[in-house]
């Protein structure tokens, strides 16, 4: 599939989640959103999330806190710049991930 006309992309990786674990057991699952705000841009903003119920930085994708991070301004939160991925490299993780046990893949125009 290409993504030419696709605004919204959503991958979530169950493959090492347990329901039982999964919001502090260490068995998480975990969230890419892929945004495009105009569809001339060749590229995607990511948003990260985990089903953990921990500190999670959603424009890195890292476990850690944001008000221990470099990035953190207080009243203003995180002034990092969001990731952004490529039509291509999007359409590259797609196909790389496209019918693998425990991933989901959401798109839409």
Do not use: W
Not at 75 to 104: F, N, P, R, V, Y
């Amino acid at each position: 599939m290409k993504l030419k006309d696709v605004k919204y992309v959503k991958i979530t990786d169950r493959s090492n989640y347990d329901p039982a674990r999964g919001d502090d057991g260490g068995m998480y699952s975990f969230t890419t959103e892929y945004f495009r705000d105009f569809p001339q841009d060749d590229y995607f903003t990511a948003r990260y999330s985990t089903s953990a119920q921990l500190g999670y930085c959603s424009v890195e994708g890292l476990f850690k806190s944001c008000q221990n991070c470099a990035y953190y301004e207080y009243g203003e939160g995180c002034i990092k710049e969001e990731h952004t991925t490529t039509e291509a490299e999007l359409q590259e993780l797609i196909s790389d991930m496209e019918g693998e046990e425990g991933i989901e893949i959401v798109i839409k125009c």
